[in-house]
């Protein structure tokens, strides 16, 4: 069996204080057939090793954008992408995104050759031990038993979870996901938050989150980056690592989505005012 995980962990102490990812003054700007529109405006930011980031902001504000240029997609127009030193110039596979929509599972191939799918592919791993590797990762996201089963037979919430078990089987540095679980109902909603966070602490990857939601971004991140309404620029940063999902409905969760809130839509706060807002760890952008 494959060792489950390859990459630094939170208490690796040796590779934690560098930053995993780093972006650095990145504009990103499309193309319509009227004009340029500039999706994010000199954004920068660093993940750590084994952080669970959030990107969040209203719809509009590049968030989306900036994950595709943070896995190769799209090139910036300004400043500079960096993985563990290295500029990102073009896909790979120490970058694996998982997307929105579910349905992008071969509907021909098993959930096990789903899984394996990626990793012989890219010739990682012999058949046999992509076979193993998939069933490894199948077994942490509790789908063991449908190895075989085909995808027109799951749930929405099952095929959200062989996107994640066939993601972290290719061991990327970081993984990408961009609001992978919008499109389905709360209560499933709810229950993917819960196991992507089991299955974080279990394995401790390295998270790059999209989100659109304010309290999905203080349940899953321990660290949130808040870009403004379109063009995207960096309103603050914020830690969050004291919020999960038993904190749902409490007082302290309630003032902090208010809080955040207004950090992201009050565009006439005054930095005096913001600072009132009384966060404990939060750095402010003007």
């Not at 789903?114 to 990762?137: D, K, W």
Request: glycine residues 6%; hydrophobic residues 40%.
């Amino acid at each position: 069996m494959n060792a489950p995980w390859q990459g630094p962990t939170a208490s690796d102490s040796t590779t934690a204080a560098q930053a995993l990812l780093a972006v650095d003054q990145v504009s990103l700007e499309y193309r319509t057939p009227q004009r340029v529109v500039r999706a994010t405006h000199q954004v920068s930011f660093e993940v750590d090793p084994a952080d669970r980031f959030v990107l969040l902001g209203p719809s509009g504000c590049g968030k989306s954008t900036l994950l595709k240029a943070v896995a190769g997609f799209i090139p910036p127009c300004e400043g500079e992408i960096r993985l563990q030193g290295r500029r990102v110039s073009q896909p790979g596979p120490d970058r694996i995104v998982v997307f929105q929509e579910f349905d992008q599972l071969p509907p021909w191939k098993t959930v096990k050759q789903n899984v394996m799918f990626p990793l012989l592919a890219s010739r990682t791993l012999s058949r046999r031990e992509a076979e193993e590797r998939a069933l490894h990762y199948l077994d942490k996201v509790g789908l063991a038993a449908f190895a075989d089963a085909y995808p027109h037979t799951l749930s929405g919430g099952m095929k959200a979870r062989v996107a994640i078990a066939r993601a972290l089987a290719m061991q990327p540095k970081i993984l990408l996901m961009d609001e992978p679980f919008a499109a389905l109902d709360a209560l499933t909603r709810r229950k993917m938050q819960e196991e992507l966070l089991l299955l974080w602490e279990e394995v401790r990857f390295t998270l790059l989150f999209v989100t659109h939601s304010i309290e999905e971004a203080l349940v899953v991140g321990n660290r949130i980056l808040l870009l403004s309404p379109h063009p995207g620029r960096v309103r603050a940063e914020i830690h969050s690592h004291q919020y999960d999902l038993q904190s749902l409905g409490g007082v302290a969760f309630q003032q902090t989505a208010r809080r955040i809130h207004r950090l992201l839509f009050d565009e006439g706060q005054s930095p005096e005012t913001e600072r009132e807002l009384d966060f404990t760890d939060i750095r402010i952008a003007y």
